[in-house]
């Protein structure tokens, strides 16, 4: 076989065979109708196929999930969604919506209740997909799903609301170890066992020119910052004569405290109440007003429900019975403060979760105008604007001696930092006001008022309340959540750490706790073996 192949290309292919000696020709014409298709014209063509295939894999692929759903047959589907997808997605989504409704409704029968409920929405895809659920069983086991959590939500809102207020009954072993580091020093420190005031100075306990502020607490590092706050930011602290009352246990340890550590020029006297010695009637009357509070905190304490602690509620006052405070002597005590100073006609009261910002000689020489107490009644919003402090937040108007006597929308006023007028106090008998209430409020069944010391003070000091200005008081910060702003706290003269996240506690607030601790005085050699932090 030869080729013969021309210059001007293949024109003829000449076989020739050597056993027939004949010649067999193809005209070129053939070959080229057959030719390979040349790169020019493919790459358009790869192009164009490289761009559509790539839409129509995610077209078809979404079409077969979509139909997997709602149709027995995919296949069938699809052929009908690739020309009419519109109006199929349409159908999809009014379908899904009236599962919802349905969902939410309760028709129906897939929920199968919470505790058959999925954990989660993996579990959920992987159900709905495996077993080829409709929309309408996924719409009812979604609805089940998020029940259950919204449930567990809630259930865990309510323990941990529990145990914050919980936390709040408890001492930290620090203070624990300062009281007994303090009454060890008692014993063996004469210094410690020293008179308080020092004879020079009991005369300045009954003086009237002087401006005599009391204390009843059973916390000594509290009183040491209210004493000690006070005294700093005086102009006049020659002046001040602090009164400190306390109870037999932590009589020791407080003494020891103050005898200790001077705050001169200011005089410091501590008593506790067994050195008290009250007539008969006094006696009776406290035992009386302590066993009605703690039957009231019985009521109380035996009808909290779950609900109650969800704390930004409306029940928020209701968790006033899990204070500490709600069963404590010396927070109940203030209503006697006329016949523990029954020398002196004025007194500036202090509770001892406070904290003395500026200069309080201008109030203690405030003009009451006849009435029994100055306290803080509006707020720095407004004059009637006290959100969460009305009435008819302490007291219960749905008893008529309640609703005609008073106006549930009338602002409580503050307790924790008030001017007492006592000679006013002993004139219209506040006291007995006060116990004529308890006896009510025992026949009424324990419902006139919430829990706490401030409701049944409201109603026996009602008509004798002095307004000051709301600057001298800010209250509230051992809440959870702090309303106040930072410009409002530098102004105020008193800070008052009222609620359960007292600032010498783990669960204390640390953007205001600092306010607190800046009058600890950390280089003390008993708060620093007690390890007492800021």
Known sequence: MKFYISTTGIKRVTISNSGTGKRSSAPAAALAGRRIPSSRTLLPVVLVLGIVLPFLFVRVAFLVLESSAVCSSSLGCIGRRIFSGSDTSLKLREELTRALIEAKDGSGNGGGGIQGTLDSFNELVKEVTSKRQDIKAFAFKTKA???????????????????????????????????????????????????????????????????????????????????????????????????????????TPMHSWFAINSFRPAVVEVKGLHQYDWPQEVNVGVKEMLEAHRLIWSHYYKNLKHEDFEYEGENRRCLEVLSPSCLSLMNHLRIYIPELFPDLNKILFLDDDVVVQHDLS???????????????VGSLCGDNCCPGRKYKDYLNFSYPIISSNFDHDHCAWLYGMNVLDLEAWRRTNITA????????????????????????????????VHPIDPSWHVAELGQRSLEAHEETLKSAAVLHFSGPAKPWLEIGLPEVRGLWSGHVNFSNKFIRKCRIAG
């Open 145 to 251: 799903m998020l029940l259950k959590m919204e449930h567990e939500v809630q259930s865990s809102r309510q323990r941990e609301s529990i145990y914050w207020h919980l936390a709040s009954h408890g001492v930290p072993k620090s203070l624990h170890c300062l009281c007994l580091k303090l009454a060890e020093e008692y014993a063996v420190n004469a210094m410690a066992r020293s008179r308080l005031p020092s004879p020079e100075y009991v005369s300045h306990l009954t003086d009237p020119s002087f401006h005599h502020v009391v204390l009843l607490t059973d916390n000594v590092l509290a009183a040491s910052v209210v004493v000690s706050s006070t005294v700093q930011n005086s102009a006049r602290p020659e002046k001040l004569v602090f009164h400190i009352v306390t109870d037999k246990k932590t009589y």
């Open 362 to 376: 201008s109030l203690l020489e405030l003009d009451l105008n006849g009435k029994v107490v100055g306290a803080v």
């Open 433 to 464: 006001t006060y116990h004529k209430w308890l006896k009510l409020n025992l026949k009424s069944g324990l419902e006139l008022w919430q829990p706490g010391a401030l409701p049944p003070a409201l109603l026996a000091l009602d008509g004798n």
